[in-house]
């Protein structure tokens, strides 16, 4: 059975730093693509980056990609958000999900596999 945890949110002051782990088992890692969505309260769930099996990556925008960096690491089934110079607006739940493919989607029904999400809180 797929499973996807996130770890790694915490409250942080404005313009520090985090990073994010999304650690999978139960699936051949490196067949997936895994993104990283965020979700303010009252919005959207929004799309923040992807990485597939070579380490191709793909942001939204250049606000995201200019801050944040994803990563991951094949040997150990897991996917990293670096996050630097962190703003009140980057406060959400932060999810990782998964799809058996080695494109890069941003929308949330073309991933088959999600996590349960970690909160990240920027506040002084």
């Known amino acids: 059975q797929v499973r996807l945890v996130e770890s790694g949110g915490a409250l942080v002051q404005p313009g520090g730093s985090l990073r994010l782990s999304c650690t999978a088992s139960?699936?051949?890692?490196?067949?997936?693509?895994v993104g990283w969505f965020r979700q303010a309260p009252g919005k959207e769930r929004d799309f923040v980056s992807a990485i597939n099996y070579r380490g191709a990556t793909r942001y939204p925008n250049s606000v995201i990609s200019d801050r944040f960096s994803i990563s991951r690491d094949n040997a150990k089934n897991t996917v990293y958000l670096q996050m630097n110079t962190l703003k009140p607006e980057d406060t959400a739940v932060y999810y990782c999900?998964?799809?058996?493919?080695?494109?890069?989607?941003?929308?949330?029904?073309?991933?088959?596999?999600w996590g349960r999400g970690t909160q990240v809180t920027i506040s002084s």
């Open positions: 999900a998964a799809v058996r493919s080695a494109s890069l989607p941003s929308d949330i029904p073309a991933y088959n596999y």
């Open positions: 139960g699936m051949i890692f490196i067949d997936y693509t």
